[in-house]
Nanobody, 121 residues
Framework: QVQLVESGGGLVQTGGSLRLSCAAS????????MGWFRQAPGKQRELVAT???????FYADSVKGRFTISRDNAKNTVYLQMNSLKPEDTAVYYC???????????????WGQGTQVTVSS
């Protein structure tokens, strides 16, 4: 069984910062890409940032220059440092990871339960 557990969400004022963490645990043989998505009320879930196992990163245009994704492969953990937050960043943030649970098993996507980020104006 694989679990992704997020932490670090909360309420912050415009211009503030938050750091999200997501730790993968359980039966893990290897982890490919890890990433963050978000879903605001009434909107579709959207990609925020991703990081490959070798450290290549990708950011949505809306967060470039403000958010930084990083990962600690030894801890199976991915982080999202969010600076200069805006009210439009308000959403539930989900982490996702492509995980191979064992030798010979296919890679599948796993999701965390989500953590609320609210930015007040």
């Amino acid at each position: 069984q694989v679990q992704l557990v997020e932490s670090g969400g909360g309420l912050v004022q415009t211009g503030g910062s938050l750091r999200l963490s997501c730790a993968a645990s359980g039966s893990i043989f290897s982890i490919n890409a890890m990433g963050w998505f978000r879903q605001a009320p009434g909107k579709q879930r959207e990609l925020v940032a991703t990081s490959t196992s070798s450290g290549t990163t990708f950011y949505a245009d809306s967060v470039k220059g403000r958010f930084t994704i990083s990962r600690d492969n030894a801890k199976n953990t991915v982080y999202l440092q969010m600076n200069s937050l805006k009210p439009e960043d308000t959403a539930v943030y989900y982490c996702s990871a492509g995980i191979r649970p064992g030798i010979g098993f296919p890679v599948r996507d796993y999701w965390g339960q989500g953590t609320q980020v609210t930015v007040s104006s």
